[in-house]
């Protein structure tokens, strides 16, 4: 059954967001009588039905509804937006579908894109989300200075992470796959500074390798991404 989002699910009738509605009737060519699941992204499932469809909106009845509970494991992934934002925008995709928490956007020294369309990404979560049947949507933080995100971790059961490419005692990507709680930094295409790399160490961050290769920026954060939901 086709998933679709609205914000607000405490109502018994209510009409399908604008973007929503396009899909409804000129993607999916849906009618009135239609039964689609409904989710707020928050873990609230809605069976609904379709009562009134016009050229601009859906009425929809809400015929039942399931609340799910808050995931038991949970990754947050601070990664530098890449320069073509095209590959940053397919890992915002690609880690919404496989599962992730939540996201930040993070300037570092050697960044080389220091801005980020936030309304153009959660509209791709939302898109991600609803193709991969989750309830739950990961949280899109605004674009912060990798200083500033440091200090903002302050949470000691939070497994936390730094990937780079400077030689050193690293742990292992497999081992993502047995944190419950974890946040993992990613740098841009120059890597993090070393300056950055001994705050993050000073601040109780441990260093991850993800594999022999080099990856692109996009490319590691998915591979975090994936290991941690081995």
Not at 21 to 48: M, P, W, Y
Not at 91 to 111: N, Q, Y
Request: overall charge negative; glycine content about 4%.
């Amino acid at each position: 059954m086709h998933l679709f989002f609205a914000p607000d699910l405490s109502s018994s009738e209510f009409y399908l967001p604008d973007e929503e509605t396009h899909h409804f009737i000129h993607v999916l060519r849906f009618s009135q009588g239609k039964q689609i699941e409904v989710t707020d992204g928050n873990g609230t499932r809605a069976l609904c039905e379709a009562i009134q469809v016009s050229k601009k909106q859906v009425l929809l009845n809400v015929l039942e509804t399931e609340i799910f509970p808050q995931p038991s494991r949970k990754l947050h992934v601070a990664i530098a937006p890449t320069k073509n934002i095209d590959r940053f925008e397919w890992f915002v995709e690609k880690a919404t579908e496989l599962g992730i928490s939540e996201i930040t956007p993070i300037i570092c020294r050697h960044s080389e894109r220091k801005t980020v369309k936030l309304e153009r990404i959660q509209k791709l979560v939302v898109a991600a989300a609803r193709q991969a049947q989750h309830y739950f949507f990961p949280v899109v933080n605004s674009k912060v200075a990798y200083d500033k995100f440091l200090d903002s971790v302050n949470d000691k059961e939070v497994s936390a992470f730094i990937a780079h490419c400077e030689e050193s005692e690293k742990q292992e990507a497999r081992e993502l796959a047995s944190v419950t709680n974890a946040i993992v930094l990613i740098g841009p295409e120059g890597d993090f500074s070393p300056e950055e790399i001994e705050k993050a160490s000073k601040k109780g961050f441990k260093a991850l390798s993800l594999g022999n290769s080099r990856l692109r920026t996009e490319t590691a954060g998915l591979k975090a991404v994936a290991a941690f939901n081995l």
